[in-house]
């Protein structure tokens, strides 16, 4: 049976909606900060991230989540955000944390790494595959080579053999690690 324009308006209220329909309110925590904002209905996080937030670190690659170029943490874990609706990442229950929000007064140690050994060329990926090798040495803060391999599988880089980025994952590693 057909909802009626009524229910969908409530719906739509309940999950966030304003009354049009046309925008959502949303509260998320983004790099440690709450923010607050409407937002189009029919944009993704990565969207949010870039247009309405201002957040353009995270890039917008492929939109079917192929290419690893959108990928934000969300909780700690690696999520692709051209396929993620931002109403399903609402503060407090989650954190948002972009590429924007991993360094802090210094730069992560992984930033750090691809910066000296050279692992980034024309820089499209690298906010990606930063996001995602945080997320393996929080969680194996020693990786083998071939677990960086794998982990990192879901990041497409065009203008690189690879080998300089795991290598810059294993130098954070080592330096993270004492």
């Known amino acids: 049976m057909a909802e009626t324009e009524a229910a969908m308006t409530e719906r739509g209220r309940q999950l966030g909606a304003s009354p049009t329909g046309r925008k959502q309110h949303l509260v998320l925590d983004v790099n ?6 409407l937002a189009p209905v029919h944009k993704t996080l990565l969207e949010v991230l870039r247009e309405e937030l201002d957040l353009t670190g995270t890039k917008h690659g492929c939109e079917l989540g192929e290419c690893g170029a959108c ?11 051209c396929l993620a609706l931002p109403i399903e990442y609402g503060a407090p229950e989650h ?6 929000g991993l360094a ?3 730069p992560h140690p992984l930033q750090t790494a691809f910066a000296e050994l050279g692992a980034a060329q ?5 906010p990606g595959m930063l996001i995602t090798a945080v997320a393996l040495l ?18 497409i880089c065009r203008c690189t053999g690879y080998v300089k980025i795991f290598k810059a994952v294993e130098l954070a590693s080592a330096r993270m690690s004492g």
């Not at 990928?71 to 955000?81: F, H, K, Q, R, W």
């Not at 954190?95 to 924007?100: A, D, G, H, M, N």
């Open 32 to 37: 440690g900060e709450r923010v607050e904002l």
């Open 71 to 81: 990928a934000v943490l969300v909780d700690g874990e690696p999520i692709l955000s």
């Open 95 to 100: 954190r948002i944390v972009t590429v924007e």
């Open 104 to 106: 802090g007064a210094v």
């Open 122 to 126: 024309c820089g499209y990926c690298t």
């Open 138 to 155: 929080d969680a194996d803060p020693r990786p083998a080579r071939a677990t960086i391999v794998d982990a990192l599988a879901g990041n």
